[in-house]
C-alpha cells in the first residue's frame, strides 16, 4: 500500500503564470483601485479596475492604440507611447471620478527608466495619485519625448540601406523618425 499525500493541484491561473495570488491579495487588501498595466508585442493595455464581491469591475480603459487618433503614428510600445497611455489614461479616469489608484504590473517588475516607470510618470503628470518612489526612477525627458529616437534616425539618415531597415515600419506610416518629438509634443497637449 502506498502513503503518497494525493498532489496539491495549484489553480489555474497560478499553473499558468498569470496570476500571481500573494501580490493581488496584497493590492486588494489596500482597498485602493488597481491600476493595471499590461504590455502586449503590439500596443499597451491600462485598465482602472476595482474589486468587488461579485469579481472585478473595469471603471476606465484605454490601450496606447488610441494614440492613433490623436495624431500618432509611430511604435505603440515604446517609451514615449507608453507616457502617452499613462498620461491618456489619467485624463480619462479623472472624469470618471477616480483620483488615486495603486499600481498592478502583474508578473512584469518595473525596471529604473523603463516602460513602466514611463508608464507610471504620465499618469502622475495626469493628475492621478498613485504611490510612487523617487524621480530618479523616471527616463530623462529627452527618451520621454523620443529625442533618443530623432539622434539615432539623424545618425543613419546617410546609410540608406540601415536606415530604412531600421525604421521601414515608420517610413510606411509616412512617419518620419526625425519629427518624433514634435509629435510628441502635439499629442501631449491634445491630451491635456
Do not use: C
Request: charged share 30%; hydrophobic share 35%; aromatic share 8%.
Amino acid at each position: 500500500m502506498a502513503n503518497k499525500k494525493p498532489r496539491t493541484v495549484l489553480y489555474r491561473r497560478k499553473r499558468e503564470s498569470r496570476t500571481n495570488y500573494g501580490k493581488r491579495l496584497k493590492l486588494l487588501l489596500s482597498h485602493q483601485p488597481r491600476l493595471v498595466v499590461r504590455f502586449t508585442n503590439q500596443r499597451i493595455i491600462a485598465q482602472v479596475v476595482l474589486f468587488t464581491s461579485t469579481g472585478d469591475k473595469v471603471v476606465v480603459a484605454t490601450d496606447s492604440s488610441a494614440l492613433k487618433k490623436l495624431g500618432w503614428d509611430f511604435s505603440q510600445k515604446n517609451i514615449p507611447a507608453a507616457y502617452l497611455t499613462g498620461m491618456l489614461l489619467a485624463k480619462m479616469a479623472l472624469k470618471k471620478g477616480q483620483k488615486e489608484a495603486v499600481l498592478d504590473t502583474g508578473f512584469r517588475t518595473p525596471l529604473k527608466r523603463g516602460k513602466v516607470t514611463a508608464f507610471i510618470r504620465g499618469v502622475v503628470d495626469g493628475g492621478l495619485h498613485l504611490p510612487h518612489g523617487d524621480s530618479e526612477m523616471f527616463p530623462d525627458e529627452s527618451r520621454i519625448s523620443g529625442k533618443h529616437v530623432q539622434d539615432y534616425a539623424t545618425h543613419l539618415k546617410n546609410k540608406k540601406e540601415v536606415y530604412t531597415l531600421r525604421f521601414g515600419e515608420y517610413l510606411k506610416r509616412k512617419a518620419e523618425p526625425e519629427q518624433m518629438p514634435l509629435a510628441f509634443k502635439s499629442v501631449k497637449q491634445k491630451i491635456a
